[in-house]
DNA sequence: CCAAATTAGTTGCAAGTGAGACTATTATCA
DNA sequence: TGATAATAGTCTCACTTGCAACTAATTTGG
């Protein structure tokens, strides 16, 4: 009596497909040829944009678990990216910048994820910014807001 | 010289960060209380569909790793949710199927990711065909498309 | 000023997951 | 027919990740 329930056209599915693709599609230029993964790579993208911040300021904007981001900060810094500023008057803040080696990485990697996303937009066409507002009412009502850290 | 990139208003991260956070809000409904996980949701959810399937069925159409949907299969036969049908000529095809309890258990569950589908698409609002029509040209470019096993 | 609470970051542990080896079964084709 | 390939499903291993306990530093309230 009720219609048939079909996971296929289940948005939830189709989003959670679709991300993980996108993600899948975008680990394939960091991550083989730099090594990273992605939460290094949003530890490297989130220092380069602001050129330096802490980790607990990490976790609140890339809603990132704290001991993955410790993770990942311990890697770039093994790997030279990433180096601990000297520390402010609250010593258990460590302020966290790119290396000079790390700001390389950096620039070289985001006109390639720029690529990766002028693609999608591109395939999203003229309901780009149908599509965009409707993601950001939807980040709202699931109260994730593009809100920075707070 | 170039524009800051921004984390934050990367399309491939938003997209991430949204699917992450509806998988989380749609296993609330089913995980707590049933005590299934997102893959044995979607063994239950296939199986109902069809009223039976193979794994290797469920394997392409959900495009879950097969050793993923091998676990989940095991674990629903432990809780009574599915059983194997009769082998059919080849006996290395295992059809499965609800049993009867499986079958009230999806159908109770339905319902309720219907109605949490149902959130997200009121979001959508007067965008929702638009927003609907890219998904499925996203899917298309990225090769993923709701094409069903083949 | 001191005890308790709070915050930043690290780490051990357990649960989950993909890759790929492995078994069993069926198909292909010389 | 018989050897080889292909397919379905299971299982082991290594790796990842979240949780929660833990350390260290700072703040708050009495």
Redesign the interface.
Same mark, same amino acid.
């Given at each position: 009596m /009720?219609e048939?329930? @079909?996971?296929?056209?289940?948005?939830?599915?189709?989003? /959670?497909?679709?991300?993980?693709? #996108?993600?899948r599609?975008?680990h394939e230029i960091y991550g083989e040829p730099y090594g990273i993964d992605v939460a290094e790579w949003?530890v490297v993208?989130?220092l380069?944009?602001r050129g330096g911040a802490t980790a607990q300021e990490i976790v609140r904007?890339?809603?990132t678990h704290k001991s993955t981001i410790s993770r990942a900060v311990s890697h770039l810094m093994k790997l030279g990216w990433v180096e601990r500023g000297r520390q402010a008057k609250d010593r258990r803040n460590l302020e966290l910048q790119l290396t000079r080696l790390g700001a390389k990485m950096h620039d070289e990697i985001?006109p390639l #994820?720029?690529a990766?996303?002028k @693609?999608?937009?591109l395939?999203?066409?003229k @309901?780009t910014a149908? #599509?965009?507002?409707?993601?950001t009412?939807?980040?709202a009502?699931?109260d994730?807001g593009?809100a @920075?850290d707070r």
């Amino acid at each position: 009596m /009720n219609e048939p329930f @079909d996971l296929l056209q289940f948005l939830p599915f189709r989003l /959670n497909r679709l991300a993980a693709e #996108v993600s899948r599609r975008l680990h394939e230029i960091y991550g083989e040829p730099y090594g990273i993964d992605v939460a290094e790579w949003r530890v490297v993208a989130t220092l380069g944009a602001r050129g330096g911040a802490t980790a607990q300021e990490i976790v609140r904007s890339t809603r990132t678990h704290k001991s993955t981001i410790s993770r990942a900060v311990s890697h770039l810094m093994k790997l030279g990216w990433v180096e601990r500023g000297r520390q402010a008057k609250d010593r258990r803040n460590l302020e966290l910048q790119l290396t000079r080696l790390g700001a390389k990485m950096h620039d070289e990697i985001i006109p390639l #994820v720029r690529a990766a996303e002028k @693609d999608i937009l591109l395939t999203l066409g003229k @309901d780009t910014a149908q #599509v965009l507002s409707a993601i950001t009412r939807l980040e709202a009502a699931l109260d994730i807001g593009g809100a @920075d850290d707070r």
